[in-house]
């Protein structure tokens, strides 16, 4: 089976790499506006986050702060680890998933908890919002109205992956990383997204060239965004509704894309998605109906979408169907009793 999979991703690397020598204008021209974009937008976003929020993280991890701890009781989470939910939302992907490997790494996490914790300790940070999706709306409240969406359905997928049967222990403090430390791992974790955006890029040159084109506009944005992020919320200006437009960004913002997802990867070193995928999934159907309630209080009635009566209920049930899925796969356990801090 190994050696099956094996030639098998060696057939894949083959026929893509025929693909780059027969349209080299188009990958060469992908390419380079991959690294437009790490340099103009992924490096001066990203890198300064990923040194100051491990500092940070090494100071704070493991101390008991009584204003987070209705965090840590509704996400189920270990006290003293609510700075992991608070950072992952105001540093943005993928740099959640970084500080929970880190703490994984030095002990403070179990291996279960730990993975547990990357399917809604991962998220997309402020900076991100009012850089690239502010410009779209007319209204800067829109924006901090979808952050509060995706900040919701973020604790709501933590009040549903996790156990209730189970009272978290306190995680010990950190040892504490300093600044040169900080800095040697953001460089890693930043070259490491560079080449994954520039990557997904590429295929996301061929895709707009072969096919994307002939879908409609609000598909081609979707695709865009399930594939890579920044180049969805970019065509979300193609979109001429802003209540449609608000519940797209909603959406690709929630699930992240593949790209953030592979950024993951990169960053747990050896982790695994543990419940990111799962968890992103869960987050993205929430954002839907909580976007559709929302939308029509923000727009002018001829912006808002309006949905009739089945249709929101069929978009409950879709939630309520996918939350028995989890279950009945064991990736949400709701009778068993979660262990923290046993080992890994």
């Not at 920044?230 to 593949?258: P, Q, T």
């Not at 968890?279 to 909580?290: D, E, F, M, N, S």
Request: hydrophobic share 50%; glycine share 8%.
């Amino acid at each position: 089976m190994k050696q099956q999979k094996q030639l098998v991703r060696g057939m894949v690397a083959a026929c893509a790499m025929l693909v780059i020598i027969l349209d080299t204008r188009t990958s060469v021209a992908s390419a380079r506006e991959g690294l437009v974009l790490c340099t103009q937008t992924i490096i001066p976003s990203l890198f300064p986050f990923f040194v100051l929020s491990g500092v940070i993280n090494s100071c704070v991890l493991g101390q008991n702060f009584r204003l987070l701890q209705p965090l840590g009781r509704i996400c189920k989470i270990p006290k003293g680890a609510e700075s992991l939910l608070v950072l992952g939302f105001l540093a943005g992907y993928p740099i959640g998933a970084r500080l929970i490997t880190q703490a994984y790494n030095e002990e403070r996490l179990s291996a279960n908890t730990a993975r547990r914790m990357l399917g809604f300790c991962n998220n997309a940070g402020p900076a991100f919002l009012f850089g690239m999706i502010a410009p779209l709306f007319s209204s800067a409240k829109t924006v901090w109205v979808l952050w509060g969406v995706h900040i919701l359905s973020a604790l709501i997928s933590g009040c549903i992956l996790p156990s209730h049967n189970s009272e978290p222990t306190q995680i010990s403090a950190s040892t504490g990383i300093s600044f040169p430390e900080s800095l040697q791992k953001a460089m890693k974790s930043t070259c490491s997204i560079c080449g994954w955006v520039i990557l997904f890029r590429i295929l996301l040159g061929f895709c707009n060239r072969w096919f994307l084109w002939l879908l409609p506009t609000y598909a081609q944005v979707l695709f865009s965004g399930f594939l890579e992020l920044s180049n969805g919320c970019v065509m979300l200006k193609n979109i001429s509704n802003e209540g449609m437009r608000f519940l797209l960004a909603g959406i690709i913002l929630s699930f992240g894309g593949l790209c953030v997802g592979m950024q993951t990867t990169t960053v747990t070193e050896g982790l695994g998605t543990g419940r990111y995928f799962p968890g992103k999934v869960l987050q993205t159907i929430l954002t839907i109906p909580l976007c559709l309630l929302i939308q029509p209080i923000l727009f002018r009635k001829s912006e808002a979408i309006f949905v009739s009566l089945p249709t929101f209920i069929g978009l409950i049930f879709c939630i309520l169907l996918y939350v028995f899925i989890l279950r009945r796969k064991k990736v949400v356990e709701f009778s068993a009793r979660l262990l923290y801090n046993t080992g890994n």
